[in-house]
């Protein structure tokens, strides 16, 4: 029997024996419903830490000195010293919010000249911890080892996965046009996410040789500026922090040269971020890690994982990063209802959050969540044959959400815990009662006039339903994987 039929079969299965099991209650609980039975096997890395402070490797290359030395202002300029400590302040984000960063920015951007500017930089890079400036160093070494580990299809573009990004770019499109919003606004929504590019960490741009000789590159720039500096330089902590970050200046750079379109800033990002469960959206790139939040050798699950991480990313361009293109009066409601949903969630969960989870300066993570389910939703239905179907896609998206490792309602930073905030996108969905008989005092039940309208305008219920004249090709997933197959794509070789 085909490999991918009698993983199919599995997942229809499995589904099957949720809906059978009567002490858990849809209706009550989706996410629990649904991930009580996750058995995945979540891909286990073994690499070295990123926040160790590893001694950088000497390359052998000498670096005569004639006696001449320059200052720290010659190794990076006042600009690019404060944007490489924001990039590498960002890995530190238990600590730190956007906030932080938005009054770095405002308060170095009042400083009138390079040398107060430089200064300000300072000031911050001194308060920085000395290991997060060798991150990027780090997870060049360990990119290395886990690639060494792992049987990974070898690509600069993996071919399948970005085909499946277009599709959800194209549906994102879609989505936009399909609403109340005006046609300028439309079209600056296209024109934005027509720009968007992704990186599927360890999948895309996976040669090792590569990375080995981009790691070469930054040893050979740390051991030179070094030569630069007079002893009394080097013997100052803050002369090996701006070592570093210009040498991981000059090596993402030379990175950016083999992987085009991208900023330095975003490839230290992805290449640090594959080491973790990440996904994010910078400045129009996305970068969506796969390996680290899946269980591979279930590939179903690992694509309706990414492409609801793909949903929610682009539905970033909305929220918060297209907000100037909505009406006020649009997203004051979306965010008023939405923060309701999630509280009231959040509120009525038998595992309660800890004191003080829930903020209104975060809705902005959660308004994806629901527009990317629903986008999704959409997506399902027109090619589902009937509502087993639909259904088997619902529970199939959030088998592949499932956290594992953690205590339910865990809180994460900036963010609202994913539990709660995924059974909002689940209780939004407008199809989500009558498919699984929910009623009124439910707690998963949503009036009608209690959808939340992100895009303004109203909820079209149609917009859901299974078309009379859909080819049967066993739902949405059996599509997907049949795609996968036409690409002969695989997660390992």
């Given at each position: 029997m085909n490999f991918l039929l009698v993983l199919t079969l599995i997942v229809i299965?499995?589904?099957?024996?949720?809906?059978?099991?009567?002490?858990?209650?849809?209706?009550?609980?989706?996410?629990?419903?649904?991930c009580s039975n996750d058995t995945r096997s979540i891909t286990e890395l073994n690499f070295t830490s990123l926040f160790e402070d590893r001694e950088i490797l000497n390359p052998n290359i000498s670096f005569p000195n004639n006696g001449?030395?320059?200052?720290?202002?010659?190794?990076?300029?006042?600009?690019?010293?404060?944007?490489?400590?924001?990039?590498?302040?960002?890995?530190?984000?238990?600590?730190?919010?956007?906030?932080?960063?938005?009054?770095?920015t405002r308060e170095y951007a009042t400083k009138k000249n390079n040398s107060e500017k430089f200064s300000f930089a300072l000031e911050n890079l001194e308060n920085l911890n000395l290991t997060l400036t060798n991150v990027f160093y780090n997870s060049l070494y360990a990119n290395i080892e886990v690639l060494n580990q792992l049987n990974l299809p070898a690509s600069e573009e993996n071919e399948y996965l970005h085909h499946i990004f277009d599709l959800m770019k194209n549906n994102t499109i879609e989505e936009i046009w399909s609403s109340s919003l005006s046609n300028k606004s439309k079209k600056e929504f296209e024109k934005e996410l027509n720009k968007s590019k992704v990186i599927f960490g360890l999948l895309d741009y996976n040669n090792v040789t590569m990375l080995e000789e981009t790691k070469l590159i930054y040893e050979t720039e740390y051991y030179r500026l070094k030569s630069l500096l007079s002893s009394n330089d080097l013997d100052t902590e803050i002369a090996e922090k701006i070592i570093r970050l210009g040498a991981t200046d000059t090596a993402?750079?030379?990175?950016?040269?083999?992987?085009?379109?991208?900023?330095?800033?975003?490839?230290?990002?992805?290449?640090?971020?594959?080491?973790?469960?990440?996904?994010?959206?910078?400045?129009?790139?996305?970068?969506?890690g796969i390996v680290t939040r899946s269980d591979l050798q279930e590939p179903i699950l690992t694509i309706a994982d990414t492409i609801f991480v793909l949903a929610h990313e682009l539905m970033h361009f909305v929220y918060p990063f297209g907000i100037r293109l909505l009406p006020s009066n649009v997203t004051k409601a979306a965010n008023k209802c939405t923060q309701d949903e999630v509280k009231m969630m959040g509120d009525s969960d038998a595992v309660k959050p800890i004191d003080g989870w829930f903020s209104e300066n975060i809705t902005h993570e959660d308004l994806p969540n629901l527009l990317g389910l629903r986008m999704v939703m959409k997506m399902v239905a027109r090619k589902s044959?009937?509502?087993?179907?639909?259904?088997?896609?619902?529970?199939?998206?959030?088998?592949?959400?499932?956290?594992?490792?953690?205590?339910?309602?865990?809180?994460?930073?900036?963010?609202?815990?994913?539990?709660?905030?995924?059974?909002?996108?689940?209780?939004?969905?407008?199809?989500?009662?009558?498919?699984?008989?929910?009623?009124?005092?439910?707690?998963?039940?949503?009036?009608?006039?209690?959808?939340?309208?992100?895009?303004?305008?109203?909820?079209?219920?149609?917009?859901?339903k299974i078309k009379n004249d859909t080819e049967d090709v066993g739902g949405f997933f059996n599509y997907i994987m049949d795609t996968?197959?036409?690409f002969n794509f695989s997660f390992t070789n």
């Open positions: 299965i499995s589904v099957q024996s949720r809906q059978e099991n009567v002490s858990l209650d849809p209706c009550n609980d989706f996410y629990d419903y649904v001449t030395y320059i200052t720290f202002d010659q190794i990076l300029s006042p600009y690019s010293l404060m944007m490489w400590y924001m990039v590498v302040k960002s890995m530190d984000t238990p600590t730190v919010g956007s906030e932080f960063f938005d009054e770095a993402t750079k030379n990175l950016g040269k083999r992987i085009p379109g991208y900023t330095p800033q975003f490839l230290f990002s992805a290449f640090a971020s594959n080491m973790a469960n990440e996904a994010f959206n910078q400045n129009s790139n996305i970068y969506c044959a009937n509502e087993e179907q639909l259904k088997n896609a619902l529970e199939t998206i959030l088998s592949g959400l499932c956290i594992q490792g953690k205590p339910k309602n865990s809180i994460l930073p900036n963010h609202h815990p994913f539990e709660i905030s995924i059974n909002t996108a689940v209780r939004q969905y407008p199809l989500f009662s009558s498919l699984y008989g929910c009623r009124l005092g439910d707690r998963m039940f949503a009036e009608p006039e209690k959808f939340c309208n992100p895009l303004g305008g109203d909820v079209n219920l149609e917009d859901y996968a197959n036409a």
